[in-house]
């Protein structure tokens, strides 16, 4: 099948000099790709090249099997509409006059429109949410709202392609949900093919179809979001050295407390989650178990604790990590217990514990007494 | 509002033929302009001085206004415009050197030869200022630079005239200070041309002009040909200011107040209305600022500059303060 958008061998950078070769991107019509890597990594390099700012050093770009190279600025306004970072500055223009100036290449010599200009003008601004401000100032109105207008200005382009760069950010999280499921909503309804850059890796996991890492003079990643959200490729990515990338949270979380484990905790069941980003933030070192593979504490103690004393999903804990847990524990002063109840699957936790008050070692139940 | 301005508009032009040091009664001015047995007297004021110089306060002021507000435009900066990017004093610069040197061999020079030469020096100068807006990112520092463009072209010009032949000096003196008077109805119907055709471009160029005010990147994503755009913006600018330098000689303010003022009370930016407005403002300003010049310390009178000065930069005083609120 043939790819609505795609490039090949493209090269591009300023003033003749390539900084990223070789980009092959290959996209559907109405799919979404995401553009992630450190700044200055040159997304919005390649953004430009791609929606024809930018003179491209080598390769081609297509559109429907049509290059950009040989479209004039008229054909390309027709597939392509951007939503860019650079904040526009206006004077007494009210946001349905923003908004309309996306019909621009609709209209006749004059720029007057039609009523079915304002119709799709409406629309525009009607699936963004922002219809009832449509006649509040445009340099009134907060970041949030001044995304969405813009956002329905590419609308009402009505392009094949709208590029964004970095659209959320400025945004607070209600704002970038908001936009993020518009641009959703807009590729399922309209199969609109969207490609933006986004530092948001949690947003970039859960709206794109697909996932282009960019890193210095090569792409280094292309994929899915599963292929492309994990723990060592984007660690590799953002060069992380003083934390770690969590796929399963889509989050990121700090570095390990470094030094000797004196504190043992006994979590399970997601019991453990508060204590263990608590003695992060003390810069304790601390180990955790015993834990089941399938448990949630698990997945953050892999990132926060020294060590961690596992056992697989659903199998009862055995007598040979039982013992593990329990020498190490023997090194330690202090445990946290986060656990209140017991069950069969974890009763040998239950057992730590009641070493522990034997051992005659300090025991609390939350980590800020520490 | 645009109604209003009409209404101003024609008050001023009635006021403009009416005083002066011969007054003319309103009633008259009809039975005068159009009856050639009135009074020969009044017939040749008005028709031989004071309706060529309100055409040319129409027509000049119209130019001087747009060419301000494409400037503001192109340069994305509100206090833009022909005085204070230098443009008009390098276009004066080369009409006096074109004037001396005609005078000096006793050429006449035609008003054609005028506008070339104006319009050669505008483009001269304005490719300095694009030159000096590349280089520096800060608004305030290119007008800053065009200010000086400005002050180095006068003073070259001032040593021209100074070494002039003393016959042309009284002439350029005037001129070179802004001025409506002396004009014939030759000169009235060239600007007319000029002005109206560069007018009515500008016009047909409201929708691109609409979309650039939006920034350069938006204007290029909706189909606007930037290099093209920005050649044509510059161009016409040119030529407006030209023409005004070719006939009345550097006027300040105009450029800059009119399409602020403009755009306050009309409470838009829209080229499409706000281009016929500002030549409109334009008109009536320059109409009300000549009307000054001319009658309040007559038979003295002042050069038009000075008057619209007056009433020019506190309105840009007044956007310089509110850039500064708004931060």
């Known amino acids: ?370 | 509002m645009l109604a209003i301005l009409l209404i101003l508009f024609i008050i001023l032009i009635i006021l403009n033929i009416n005083l002066g040091s011969v007054s003319v009664r309103i009633g008259d001015i009809g039975k005068i302009l159009f009856d050639q047995g009135a009074n020969i007297t009044e017939h040749d004021i008005i028709w031989k001085i004071r309706l060529p110089r309100t055409m040319a306060a129409v027509i000049l002021g119209g130019a001087l206004a747009l060419s301000g507000f494409l400037l503001q435009t192109y340069f994305n900066n509100p206090i833009a415009g022909p005085y204070v990017l230098g443009i008009s004093s390098g276009s004066k610069l080369v009409v006096a050197i074109v004037m001396v040197m005609a005078l000096s061999r006793h050429y006449a020079v035609s008003s054609a030869a005028l506008i070339t030469a104006a319009f050669v020096g505008a483009m001269i100068t304005m490719g300095f200022v694009l030159l000096v807006a590349r280089t520096v990112q800060r608004s305030s520092m290119l007008i800053v630079s065009g200010v000086m463009i400005g002050y180095i072209c006068s003073a070259i010009t001032d040593f021209i005239i100074t070494f002039a032949d003393d016959a042309s000096i009284v002439n350029l003196h005037n001129w070179s200070n802004g001025s409506f008077s002396g004009t014939s109805w030759v000169d009235v119907k060239v600007m007319a041309v000029v002005t109206l055709l560069t007018s009515a471009i500008v016009f047909l160029m409201s929708k691109p002009i609409g979309a650039y005010q939006l920034g350069e990147s938006y204007a290029q994503n909706m189909g606007v040909n930037i290099r093209l755009f920005r050649i044509i913006l510059v161009s016409l600018s040119s030529i407006l200011c030209a023409c005004v330098i070719a006939f009345a000689g550097p006027i300040s303010f105009v450029g800059i107040a009119v399409p602020h003022l403009i755009k306050a009370l009309l409470r838009t930016s829209k080229p499409l209305i706000v281009i016929p407005a500002c030549f409109l403002g334009g008109a009536i300003f320059c109409l009300g600022c000549d009307l000054i010049a001319r009658t309040v310390f007559a038979p003295l009178e002042l050069s038009i500059s000075s008057v619209t000065a007056v009433f020019g930069a506190p309105v840009v005083i007044g956007i310089m303060l509110r850039k500064r609120e708004r931060g």
């Open chain 1, 1 to 370: 099948m043939e790819y609505f958008f795609r490039t090949s061998k493209l090269a591009v950078g300023y003033n003749g000099k390539p900084l990223i070769k070789d980009i092959e991107i290959r996209l559907n019509k109405g799919q979404i790709l995401t553009l992630i890597g450190p700044n200055g990594s040159g997304k919005s390099t390649i953004l430009k090249s791609i929606t024809k700012y930018l003179k491209s050093i080598y390769g081609t770009v297509y559109i429907d099997n049509r290059s950009i190279a040989d479209m004039s600025s008229k054909d390309m306004s027709y597939q392509v509409s951007v939503v860019l970072t650079e904040r526009i500055k206006t004077e007494l223009m009210t946001c349905e006059d923003v908004v309309a100036t996306g019909r621009y290449p609709y209209t006749g010599l004059l720029g007057i429109l039609s009523s079915q200009d304002k119709l799709q003008v409406r629309q525009a601004m009607e699936m963004v949410n922002a219809w009832d401000i449509r006649e509040r100032d445009f340099t009134q109105i907060s970041d949030g709202q001044k995304q969405r207008i813009l956002l329905a200005r590419a609308i009402c382009q009505e392009p094949q392609i709208i590029v964004l760069d970095e659209p959320t950010s400025f945004l607070d999280v209600h704002y970038k949900l908001e936009l993020l499921s518009i641009l959703r909503a807009m590729s399922e309804e309209r199969g609109i093919t969207v490609i933006m850059s986004l530092h948001e890796l949690e947003m970039a996991q859960k709206v794109s179809d697909l996932v282009m890492c960019v890193k210095g003079e090569y792409i280094t990643h292309w994929g899915s979001p599963q292929q492309i959200f994990r723990k060592d490729l984007i660690g590799e990515l953002y060069e992380l050295s003083n934390g770690s990338y969590n796929p399963l949270f889509g989050s990121f979380e700090m570095e390990r407390p470094k030094g000797e484990p004196k504190v043992f905790v006994i979590a399970g069941g997601g019991t453990g989650i508060t204590e263990f980003r608590t003695l992060q933030k003390k810069r304790i070192p601390f180990v955790t178990g015993v834990l089941h593979e399938n448990d949630i504490d698990y997945q953050l103690a892999n990132d926060l604790a020294s060590e961690v004393f596992w056992v697989k999903s659903f199998e009862r804990i055995g007598e040979d990590i039982y013992r593990q847990a329990l020498k190490k524990m023997e090194s330690c002063d202090t445990v946290i217990n986060c656990l209140q109840c017991y069950g069969e699957m974890n009763e040998k936790n239950k057992k730590l514990y009641e070493e522990a008050v034997l051992m005659g070692l300090k025991i609390v139940t939350n980590a800020d007494v520490l």
